[in-house]
């Protein structure tokens, strides 16, 4: 698989595939591109990405805040001549290209949510000092506590993650500033979004909740109620068939 130089770091990626439009993958907390692996997208290009301190991506010891990692996209993008694309992220990876589509937007032709790890509510938000804490204080065990069901191999992916990274990613989240996480903050960023949003959720009350703000036309909001945070993986063949029916609605260059 291919690297990519950028001007402060080395980004390990995947490109495969023809057919328009392209789709970029970015995976979540602690993954990397294998996790994208159980979904095949064989008409469309599709560009799969290890996020700086991920997978076999180097690991600097600043960005990593979604600005920042959707920053290193918008390079890889302009290198590769991939765009506008349909970005397509889970959990942080939701985040990064959010912050991909609202910072670069001439580069994004839709956007694609997977169980976002935005808007979260007030009783969950109080717990982020806390976590974050106990994040730098442990490292990666403490990223898998308290333990929830993980999809094989992801495990592993997380456990590889350096600590300091995970922690920095887990600020750039919810603590730091500018961070997006918490519903407020949420609410007034997601409002720059410009392109078509599908956002999946598992459960049922953040769906409502996206669904109620603003968005730009072509936008759909679905939750699969009984599904875990990996909902694309836990039902990959009715995660490709929503995107590409979806994609397959909106108007051309929409």
Request: proline content about 9%; charged content about 20%; overall charge negative.
């Amino acid at each position: 698989m291919p690297y990519a130089e950028l001007d402060e770091i080395t980004l390990h990626y995947q490109d495969t595939g023809a057919g328009e439009p392209t789709l970029l993958l970015v995976h979540g907390w602690g993954g990397d591109l294998r996790v994208w692996e159980p979904l095949g997208f064989c008409d469309h290009r599709t560009v799969a990405v290890d996020l700086r301190g991920h997978g076999r991506s180097s690991v600097p010891r600043h960005g990593y805040r979604p600005a920042d990692l959707a920053g290193d996209l918008a390079q890889l993008l302009s290198r590769l001549e991939a765009g506008p694309v349909v970005a397509i992220g889970h959990s942080m990876g939701a985040q990064v290209v959010t912050a991909l589509a609202v910072e670069h937007p001439a580069l994004l032709a839709a956007l694609v949510v997977i169980d976002p790890a935005y808007g979260a509510d007030g009783e969950e938000a109080e717990g982020f000092h806390d976590r974050l804490a106990r994040l730098r204080a442990e490292g990666a065990g403490a990223a898998l506590d308290p333990p929830v069901p993980l999809p094989p191999g992801v495990r592993e992916q997380v456990l590889a993650t350096p600590g300091p990274v995970l922690a920095a990613c887990y600020a750039g989240l919810y603590t730091d500033p500018g961070a997006f996480g918490a519903r407020p903050a949420s609410e007034r960023y997601l409002a720059r979004r410009r392109c078509p949003v599908l956002c999946l959720r598992a459960r049922a009350e953040p769906s409502v909740w996206e669904a109620a703000l603003p968005a730009p036309p072509g936008s759909r909001v679905e939750a699969w109620a009984g599904s875990g945070h990996f909902l694309h993986l836990e039902h990959p063949a009715r995660t490709i068939r929503l995107i590409t029916n979806w994609l397959d609605r909106l108007p051309k260059g929409g």
